[in-house]
């Protein structure tokens, strides 16, 4: 739906000016990621899944990642839930905090996409600062969610399950179908406007099933080691991105 109110072009313009920035954070993020479990914690496969998770696209990243290297449902389930109360966190300080810094537009757009976990979220987040932050911060989130892609490939090869495929994020595909359709095509402005109406209540009922998903079991089942790794790794991306977001966007 927000696909199709915007234009092909600018989300190709926008996802080259940035790449760089883009493909730089998430290969920082998972090498911290990667360091820092290993000295928190000896759970490999958690490891994997906050890094991950932490890196490219939270939620989609750990279901796509678990069948792959044979996470068992609790570590999944735990690994969710703090990725799910981080967004929630996200949610709420972001934008005071892009604020108080003075942020413009573009700033806090590339900042949200970079280190908010998932892309309703992101989406979300970057709405509550303005219409432009929106725009910049979908078309970044979802670069950053191809991502994912090599990081199946790699993990399948590295585990051996020659029988697990990467899956397709089906949502980028037709997000991009949907903008280049925008663009070539005439769209009658009261469709545009029903689009873009439609595209926020869904954005709502995503992040209250998002929230939905935080349950009692899977909060008590909360291990120091593991809330200490991804809030610890969460909060270095998002400090050290923001400095380097200041400084060169």
Not at 4 to 24: G, K, M, N, P, W
Not at 88 to 103: D, K, Q, T
Not at 104 to 112: L, N, T, Y
Not at 128 to 154: E, N
Request: net charge negative.
């Amino acid at each position: 739906m927000i696909g199709l109110t915007l234009d092909a072009r600018q989300l190709i313009e926008t996802s080259i000016a940035h790449s760089a920035l883009v493909s730089a954070c998430v290969i920082m993020t998972l090498v911290i990621g990667f360091v820092s479990g290993g000295l928190i914690h000896d759970d490999r496969k958690i490891n994997l899944l906050v890094s991950s998770g932490t890196a490219i696209c939270g939620g989609t990243a750990v279901a796509s990642l678990s069948p792959t290297i044979g996470a068992r449902p609790e570590q999944t389930g735990v690994v969710l839930t703090l990725v799910f109360c981080l967004n929630a966190i996200a949610l709420i300080i972001f934008p005071l905090i892009g604020g108080w810094l003075e942020m413009s537009q573009e700033q806090f757009g590339v900042w949200c996409a970079v280190v908010i976990h998932d892309t309703s979220s992101v989406i979300a987040t970057a709405a509550r600062f303005g219409d432009d932050s929106a725009q910049i911060a979908t078309i970044l989130k979802l670069f950053r969610t191809l991502w994912l892609f090599p990081l199946l490939i790699l993990a399948g090869l590295v585990e051996s399950r020659q029988h697990s495929r990467p899956g397709v994020p089906w949502f980028v595909v037709l997000f991009l179908f949907a903008a280049t359709l925008g663009t070539e095509v005439s769209i009658p402005n009261f469709l545009i406007s029903s689009s873009s109406w439609l595209s926020q209540t869904l954005l709502v009922i995503a992040l209250y099933s998002i929230g939905s998903e935080i349950t009692r079991t899977n909060v008590l089942n909360f291990r120091g080691s593991v809330v200490l790794h991804g809030t610890l790794l969460w909060v270095l991306t998002a400090t050290s991105s923001l400095l380097i977001i200041m400084e060169i966007v």
